[in-house]
Each structure stands twice: as C-alpha cells, then as structure tokens.
Nanobody, 117 residues
Framework: QVQLVESGGGLVQPGGSLTLSCAGS????????MGWYRQSPGKQRELVAG???????NYGDSVRGRFTISRDNTKNTVWLQMNSLQPEDTAVYYC???????????WGQGTQVTVSS
C-alpha cells in the first residue's frame, strides 16, 4: 500500500522560507513523477511543482523562481523549498506521485502552510 507523508508545514512571516518534506513508502517511487499541489479555501487544487523520474521539473506560474523541488530516490523522499513566501501562498500542500504530474494516483494527507505577519 502506497503511503505519502508530508511534514514541515507551519506558520511563517511574509518573505520567509519553509521546506516541506514528503516520505513515501509501499511503492517504487524512483519510477514515478513526484510533486506538490496546494489548495486554499474556496479555490481549486493547483499544481505547485512536479519532478519526473528523469529530473524534469514543472512549476506552477505563481511559484516559478521562488520554489524548488528536489528528490532523493534512495530515500523515497521529495522536498519543496519555498522562498519569498507571500500570504497568497497560504494553503494546504499535498504531496503526490504518479506517472504524470497532471494526474497523480497517490496523495498525502496534506500539511498546512500559513504565511502571515
């Protein structure tokens, strides 16, 4: 059974940084794309970042240049480094995996990120 467990969320001031982690188990994650989505109240879930097994990245327009996704296949772990955080980045962030980032097959439970002074 595939499981994805996020950690690292919390409260941060505008302009600050935060790193999210996602540890996977029960699957061969090196074969899959892994990534992050986020969802704010009243909004649709949106793509934040994806990273294919071949190292190709894909970022949402609103985070490109500020967020960086990385992975370690030996640890079945993916990270999301978030810099220059703004209040509009406040959301629940979900780790995911699948063949394509546009259609993940497995999801984590989500971790809350709040950007506020």
């Amino acid at each position: 059974q595939v499981q994805l467990v996020e950690s690292g969320g919390g409260l941060v001031q505008p302009g600050g940084s935060l790193t999210l982690s996602c540890a996977g188990s029960g699957g061969i994650f090196r074969l899959y794309t892994m990534g992050w989505y986020r969802q704010s109240p009243g909004k649709q879930r949106e793509l934040v970042a994806g990273l294919t097994r071949n190292g190709i990245t894909n970022y949402g327009d609103s985070v490109r240049g500020r967020f960086t996704i990385s992975r370690d296949n030996t640890k079945n772990t993916v990270w999301l480094q978030m810099n220059s955080l703004q209040p509009e980045d406040t959301a629940v962030y979900y780790c995911c995996s699948g063949i394509r980032i546009e259609n993940p097959t497995h999801w984590g439970q989500g971790t809350q990120v709040t950007v506020s002074s």
